[in-house]
């Protein structure tokens, strides 16, 4: 099991971010945790290799 964490100014910046590393076809993808602060907003990608 493997995480891969993200943050972005914007969450349409963050969707592109992990759309793009979830449609990887050699991962599965075990659960996504979302986080919003004033600044900032985060996601935290848990997944393991195929």
Not at 6 to 24: G, P, Q, R
Not at 25 to 33: F, G, Y
Not at 41 to 47: E, I, K, Q, S
Request: hydrophobic share 50%.
């Amino acid at each position: 099991m493997k995480v891969r964490t993200f943050t972005a100014m914007t969450e349409k910046s963050l969707d592109n971010n992990v759309n793009h590393f979830i449609n990887n076809a050699s991962i599965e993808v075990l659960e996504i945790k979302f986080s919003a602060t004033i600044f900032s907003v985060a996601a935290m990608v848990v997944y393991k290799e195929k």
